[in-house]
């Protein structure tokens, strides 16, 4: 009796120990990317503090591919790692991009990843026509979530600790806005091709 109970006890801690990796590699592996896109270099925009990253693009992705609760995770878990030191953010910065201008940007990740998971809606590549709307929700919820929600907790935050008018930070940024609405559009066709691939 004793042998049949730890054996189904090993066999629960296995299983459970399984199931914590099946639902943890991918917002790692999305945390890994982030940090990536921030490493691969980033190019400066006159007039405003934030450079242009390809964060976003991965943001938009994992909003995309996983669930909410995973995509959060991989968001929450590249943020952690640069607010205990690690130098993961644009410019190798950590911690101090936090309270800096990228603050707001940086913050609205979260937020952002999971509205664009919650819209997205299923996938449905079926047909030409089920992958061109799949892809049209796609878009739809990285415009929304990567670029309407991410701005706005970038322009408030970074008004707030800049000193400058609300409407002199929107205005700077605009340059970010055509670049990023180009990435939701690769993201968008990127996100539903795999989509089909995994069928």
Same mark, same amino acid.
């Given at each position: 009796? /004793?042998?049949?109970?730890?054996?189904?006890?090993?066999?629960?801690?296995?299983?459970? #120990?399984?199931?914590?990796? #099946?639902?943890?590699?991918? *917002?790692?592996?999305?945390?890994?990317?982030?940090?990536?896109?921030?490493?691969?270099?980033?190019?400066? =925009?006159?007039?405003? *503090?934030?450079?242009?990253?390809? /964060?976003?693009?991965?943001?938009?992705?994992? +909003?995309?591919?996983?669930?909410?609760? /995973? #995509?959060?995770?991989?968001?929450?878990?590249?943020?952690?790692?640069?607010?205990?030191?690690?130098?993961?953010?644009?410019?190798?910065?950590?911690?101090?991009?936090?309270?800096?201008?990228?603050? +707001?940007?940086?913050?609205?990740?979260?937020?952002?990843?999971?509205?664009?998971?919650?819209?997205?809606?299923?996938?449905?590549?079926?047909?030409?026509?089920?992958?061109?709307?799949? #892809?049209?929700?796609?878009?739809?919820?990285?415009?929304?979530?990567?670029?309407?929600?991410?701005?706005?907790?970038?322009?408030? =935050?970074?008004?707030?600790?800049?000193?400058?008018?609300?409407?002199?930070?929107?205005?700077?940024?605009?340059?970010?806005?055509?670049?990023?609405?180009?990435?939701?559009?690769?993201?968008?066709?990127?996100?539903?091709?795999?989509?089909?691939?995994?069928?």
């Amino acid at each position: 009796m /004793q042998t049949s109970h730890t054996t189904a006890s090993a066999a629960a801690t296995t299983s459970l #120990a399984r199931r914590i990796v #099946a639902a943890s590699w991918k *917002p790692v592996l999305f945390a890994v990317l982030m940090w990536l896109s921030a490493a691969a270099g980033e190019i400066p =925009i006159p007039g405003t *503090p934030v450079p242009i990253t390809l /964060q976003t693009f991965v943001v938009m992705l994992a +909003g995309l591919m996983l669930p909410w609760r /995973q #995509a959060g995770a991989a968001v929450a878990t590249y943020l952690a790692a640069g607010a205990v030191g690690l130098p993961v953010f644009a410019g190798g910065t950590s911690t101090l991009a936090l309270v800096g201008p990228s603050a +707001g940007f940086l913050f609205g990740f979260l937020p952002g990843v999971v509205v664009i998971a919650l819209l997205r809606g299923k996938s449905d590549t079926s047909s030409f026509a089920a992958a061109a709307r799949t #892809a049209g929700r796609y878009l739809l919820a990285a415009l929304v979530g990567g670029v309407v929600v991410v701005y706005a907790f970038g322009f408030v =935050i970074q008004s707030a600790l800049t000193g400058a008018p609300l409407a002199a930070v929107a205005l700077a940024s605009m340059g970010f806005v055509v670049g990023d609405a180009i990435k939701a559009v690769v993201a968008s066709l990127a996100a539903a091709g795999l989509s089909k691939l995994g069928r």
